[in-house]
C-alpha cells in the first residue's frame, strides 16, 4: 500500500484535497441561500435556484463524460470547480452567480466520476479502500464547511474565494496525474444491459430527498423561526449522521441484501422527517434522518446494477437518474416552502420517502434482487 501510494503521490494527495473541497462546496449552498437572498433581493424560491443549479451542473458534467470518449477530462473537470467557485465568491450579478453554481456542478459531477475511476486503476486490488477514503473525506468536507462560514460571519464571498483557491492546488496536480493513470481496458457486457424505468425512478427519488435534505433543510429550519447558527449546526450535524450511515454500511452491506435496506433507508428517513416536520426536535431529527439518507444511493447503485446487468453503460445510467432527482427535488420543493407553514416541508419529503417505500416494497418480491448485496463507498 504504502509502495503505491509513494508511486501515486500526486493522484493520492491531489484526490484527497479536492474531494474535502467538493464536499465544503456542495454544502455551502445550503447555509449560503439566506445570503444570497439578502444580497440579491429575492424570494426562496429564487435563491434556491442555486441549488438546482449545481446539480444540473453535475448532470451535465456526467452526460458530457458518457459522449467523451477515453480523451482524460481531470483537468478541465478541475478548472471547472475553481472556475464555480470564483463565480459564486465575486457575486457580479445572480445570472453568474447562478451560472457559477452550475459550473461548480459540473465539474463536481465530472469530477466524482473521474477521480475513483482512476484510483480504482492506479490502486488495483487497493484501489476500493481508497475510493472510500477520499468519499469519507468528502463528507468530512461537508460537516465542517457550514462551521467554517459561521465563523467567518456567513460572508460568502470570502467562503467561497477560499474555496476556489483551495482549488487551484488540485487543478495544479492533476498536471501530474497522466504519467500515472494505468490503462483503461475497453469496456465490455453491454449485451445484458436493459433499462428498468422503476428502478432508476427509485434511486432518482432517493438523490432527489437528499438534494432537498442538504439545500433546503437549513431554509425549512429558519422558516421555522430558527437562528441561521442553529440552522447551519443542524447541517453540519446531518453530514456527520450521513457519513455514519455511509460507514455502518461498509461494516454490514455485505451480509444483508441492498433492496430491503434501500426499501428501509426510504421507511427510516420518512419517519424522522415527521418528527421534523411535527416540530419534534427538528434540529435534532432532521440531521438524525442523514442517518438513513446516506444509505439510500450505495444501496441503490447495487440494487440497480443487479436490475439492469453489469454493462458498461450501466454505471453512467445509474448516476445519471440519480443526478436527475438532484435536480427535480429542489425545483420542485424550493418553490413550495415559503407557501407551506412552518416545518411542514419536513412533512412533505417524509411523505415521498414514504409513498416510494411503499411503492418499492413490490421489488422485494423479484428473489434476483434481493441477492444484490451493498457497496463499500458511492
Known amino acids: 500500500m504504502i509502495e503505491l501510494i509513494k508511486k501515486n503521490s500526486l493522484l493520492f494527495v491531489g484526490s484527497i484535497i479536492a474531494f474535502i473541497l467538493m464536499g465544503a462546496g456542495q454544502s455551502l449552498m445550503g447555509p449560503a441561500l439566506p445570503e444570497f437572498q439578502h444580497i440579491f433581493s429575492l424570494s426562496i424560491a429564487s435563491a434556491s435556484m442555486a441549488v438546482t443549479a449545481q446539480w ?21 473537470a478541475f478548472g471547472l470547480l475553481v472556475v464555480g467557485a470564483a463565480l459564486m465568491a465575486f457575486h457580479l450579478s445572480w445570472p453568474l452567480t447562478l451560472l457559477g453554481s452550475l459550473t461548480f456542478g459540473a465539474g463536481y459531477g465530472a469530477s466524482l466520476a473521474l477521480v475513483n475511476s482512476r484510483l480504482l486503476n492506479a490502486f488495483g486490488k487497493s484501489g476500493p479502500s481508497m475510493v472510500s477514503l477520499v468519499n469519507a473525506l468528502f463528507g468530512g468536507g461537508a460537516i465542517v464547511a457550514p462551521l467554517v462560514f459561521i465563523a467567518l460571519t456567513r460572508n460568502t464571498d470570502m467562503s467561497f474565494g477560499i474555496l476556489a483557491v483551495g482549488l487551484i492546488l488540485p487543478l495544479l496536480l492533476s498536471f501530474g496525474f497522466a504519467r500515472q493513470r494505468a490503462e483503461n481496458k475497453p469496456a465490455e457486457g453491454d449485451n445484458d444491459f436493459k433499462i428498468s424505468i422503476p428502478t432508476l425512478l427509485v434511486g432518482a427519488s432517493g ?45 454490514i452491506g455485505h451480509r444483508f441484501p441492498a433492496a430491503p435496506m434501500l426499501i428501509g433507508g426510504f421507511i427510516g428517513g420518512a419517519l424522522l422527517l415527521a418528527c421534523a416536520g411535527g416540530g419534534v426536535y427538528p434540529t435534532l431529527t432532521y440531521p438524525v434522518a442523514g442517518f438513513f439518507i446516506g444509505s439510500i444511493f450505495p444501496n441503490f447503485f447495487v440494487f440497480g446494477s443487479n436490475r439492469m446487468g453489469q454493462g458498461a453503460r450501466t454505471g453512467s445510467i445509474i448516476v445519471t437518474a440519480a443526478l436527475a432527482g438532484g435536480v427535480a427535488g429542489p425545483l420542485i420543493v424550493g418553490q413550495v416552502v415559503a407557501i407551506m407553514p412552518p416545518l411542514t416541508p419536513f412533512w412533505l419529503i417524509g411523505a415521498y420517502s414514504a409513498f416510494v417505500a411503499l411503492c418499492g416494497l413490490r421489488i422485494l418480491k423479484k428473489p434476483a434482487i434481493l441477492q444484490a448485496t451493498s457497496p463499500i463507498n458511492k
Open 56 to 76: 444540473v451542473g453535475a448532470l451535465i458534467g456526467v452526460i458530457a463524460l458518457f459522449f467523451g470518449g477515453q480523451h482524460d477530462w481531470t483537468r478541465v
Open 207 to 251: 438523490t432527489a430527498v437528499e438534494a432537498c435534505l442538504i439545500g433546503l433543510g437549513p431554509v425549512i429550519l429558519t422558516g421555522g423561526r430558527f437562528s441561521d447558527s442553529a440552522a447551519a449546526n443542524a447541517l453540519s450535524l446531518f453530514f456527520v449522521f450521513f457519513l455514519s450511515g455511509r460507514i455502518a454500511l461498509s461494516i
